[in-house]
């Protein structure tokens, strides 16, 4: 693990915990990171979304509304996001 912006391979994926219309919710960690002898180890939900099957069902603005409400929320009912991230094929939001 690098220091700066976060990649999808700075996380390891667990287990499958449930999938959707047009993505899957994984559990994972980050992986290792050492700071004074410690492990820090914190797990996440993170929603894998394919960006082609968005755009074949027309839901890139619902898929961007949804990251921004999420970004901005501080509602103790509603998942804090930690990291939006993107690879060539898929969108990634990183969630407690």
Known sequence: LLFGEPTIEDFEFIKP???GGFGKVYLARKKKL???NNNLE??????VM?????????????VIAERDALA???SPFIV????S??????VYL???
């Not at 914190?42 to 929603?47: D, P, S």
């Not at 804090?80 to 990291?83: E, M, S």
């Not at 991230?85 to 898929?90: D, F, G, I, N, Y």
């Open 42 to 47: 914190k797990l996440y939900a993170i929603k």
């Open 17 to 19: 915990i449930t999938s």
């Open 72 to 74: 901005v929320s501080k």
């Open 80 to 83: 804090k996001l930690f990291y």
């Open 50 to 62: 394919e960006k082609s099957v968005m755009v074949k069902k027309n839901m890139a603005q619902q």
């Open 85 to 90: 991230l993107q690879s060539k094929e898929h």
């Open 94 to 96: 990183v969630m407690e």
């Open 34 to 36: 050492l700071i004074n």
